[in-house]
């Protein structure tokens, strides 16, 4: 089965580009190409010009490509704080003899980390929150804990997958205000999204998949016309009646 | 995080002078429950930090042991010796792990297990390096620059080094728990996905913990042969394992402080026991499978009662109880020496 098919997408520095589809679009397989997930069977992956597809997803973080799930990954058994300390993974190099014997960078990292996580939290608005055990918290403040998880690591591409999913209307606006702050700052996002209303009020550009292609893409306004993106979605629509 | 801190400092400073008012009977259960320390200590980073369960630290006890033995019986210095046995042990550890650890829970369990039941095999077969089944005798005592405990202080001075590399331990998994690799560690337990997007090699971590885990169980292993001076894969049974692991359970797992507390209790646990197994009238085989079966309880009551062990349910317990004092500070988390946190007591808003 091919989930994408000749699906060519550029994100563009500073941008906010979204990835909009019905179910079974492709969406998740597009994004999970991009994390390492999932490896590609033909075609490239490039990121700043380099050929990334065959790097497993914990050297891409290293190249500054960071993630939040769609189904809420936070690492149980740490406080909020330590889940977004675990983000500077990718940036920092303390070993384990060195941290089981507190020598060498071991102690300027750790306050480094720690200052940046506390730093990323109260980005995220969720600095009264920050020693609680991270599955307590509701999941809208999950979500935002994995935007900061994601932040604390310094990233140059931040992947959203679905972030709205799940969300009442008040943690969904405090979430894409987070977004578009984030935006105005230049940093570079890739938002793969079943709500087509969300990505369109944050996004700077939009591709549309469906049934693993490319079928439209361009700035919101135009995206919100163009008539196949609107066949695909009533197509669904009638499906589903 | 205070009361934890003193609680610490009282318990190294008793069983700092505990050994001047022990015999050398008491001694040897001392010097024993501190290398089960030990080896929990290493067990907790990998299964209570890491999530990986291994069935299989005997395994790594017993190679560190016959490490230690078998080249101070050729004629390399028993220090020396002593120090290699970590070594080796974890290199076998990285050899092993490499394949086994794509196993996951149960599966990777079944898999340590297995490879105890090889190296016992192995223990049982070579008997010009490991004397078979008969075992390995006449392992010479731990000299330093050929100088070594005094005769009738031996004990003793097998209780203060096990102190000592106790107090290591402890202090290495302290110190590794609340940092950039253990908090990699702790996030992989739970979601090797998110863990490996923010950075963490997983693959190369848990072999790294593997490894650890196995060079504490193997240093152990290289005391036990010097001080018992005789091993044979008798010594090392899959009960052995088994305790390892209910330790761990017990004293709580991803609590720095956990395995002291599991590995005081059950000891002390297997002694009685033994005791009771050992009666006059008792089949031959009743000490080994009393402690089976209540090995199994042990575990079933943990599991139901208190599934983080001991250590974190008295954490909490404090925790509430500040909670409820008037005027006292409520603590939100109360985070222990390990960083581990304590879930706070339900609060209504």
Known sequence: ??????????????????????????????????????????????????????????????????????????????????????????????????????????????????????????????????????????????????????????????????????????????????????????????????????????????????????????????????????????GQEAQSA | MRLGFWLGLAAAVGSLLLPLLLYDAELTIYVFIGLSIIVVAGLNLLYGFAGQVSLGQGAFYAIGAYCAGILARRGIPPLAALLLAPVLTAAVAVVVGLPVLRLRGHYLAFATLAFQLIVLSIAGQFRELTGGDTGLTGIPDLT?????????????????????????????????????????????????????????????????????????????????????????????????????????AVGGVAVVWGPVLGAVLIYILAQVLQTIGSQPGMPLHAPAELNYAVYGLVLILIMLLLPEGIVPALRSAVASGRLRSPGGAAPGMAAGPGGAPVPPPARRQ
């Not at chain 1, 597809?53 to 058994?77: C, E, K, Y």
């Not at chain 1, 935007?147 to 009442?168: F, K, M, N, Q």
């Not at chain 2, 203060?160 to 290591?168: G, P």
């Not at chain 2, 504490?216 to 005789?230: E, I, K, R, W």
């Open chain 1, 1 to 234: 089965m091919v989930a994408v098919n000749q699906v060519s997408i550029r994100v563009a520095g500073g941008e906010l580009h979204g990835v909009i589809g019905p179910n079974g679009a492709g969406k998740s397989t597009l994004f999970h190409l991009v994390t390492g997930h999932l490896r590609p069977t033909a075609g490239e992956v490039l990121f700043e010009g380099r050929a990334i597809s065959r790097l497993p997803a914990h050297r891409r973080a290293r190249l500054g490509i960071a993630i939040a799930f769609q189904a809420v990954r936070l690492f149980r058994g740490m406080t909020v704080l330590e889940n977004v300390m675990v983000g500077a993974h990718a940036r920092t190099r303390t070993s384990f003899a060195e941290a089981a014997l507190r020598v060498g960078r071991t102690r300027r990292e750790e306050r480094e980390i720690r200052s940046a996580a506390e730093a990323a939290l109260e980005r995220v608005g969720l600095t009264p929150v920050a020693g609680r055990a991270a599955e307590s918290l509701p999941l809208g403040q999950q979500r935002a804990v994995q935007v900061a998880r994601a932040l604390c690591g310094r990233p140059r591409l931040l992947l959203l997958d679905e972030p709205a999913s799940g969300l009442r209307g008040f943690e969904r606006q405090q979430l894409s205000d987070l977004f578009a702050d984030l935006r105005a700052e230049g940093l570079t996002m890739l938002l793969v999204e079943h709500d087509v209303g969300f990505v369109t009020r944050l996004a700077t550009a939009i591709t549309v998949l469906d049934r693993g292609r490319v079928i439209a893409e361009g700035p919101p306004a135009e995206i919100r016309r163009d008539p196949a993106v609107i066949a695909a979605y009533l």
């Open chain 2, 144 to 248: 330093v620059a050929g100088v070594g405990f005094p005769l009738e202080r031996r004990a003793f001075g097998y209780a203060y080094l096990t102190w000592v590399l106790t107090a290591l331990a402890l202090l290495l998994v302290h110190n590794l728990v609340a940092s950039r690799p253990g908090r990699g560690l702790r996030a992989l337990a739970t979601s090797e996905a998110a863990a490996r997007g923010s950075g963490v090699p997983v693959g190369r971590y848990k072999l790294q913990v593997f490894a650890l885990a196995a060079a504490f169980a193997g240093l152990a292993g290289g005391v036990y042969a010097f001080f018992l001076s005789y091993i044979a894969p008798g010594s090392f049974p899959i009960l052995l394992s088994i305790q390892f692991l209910v330790m761990s």
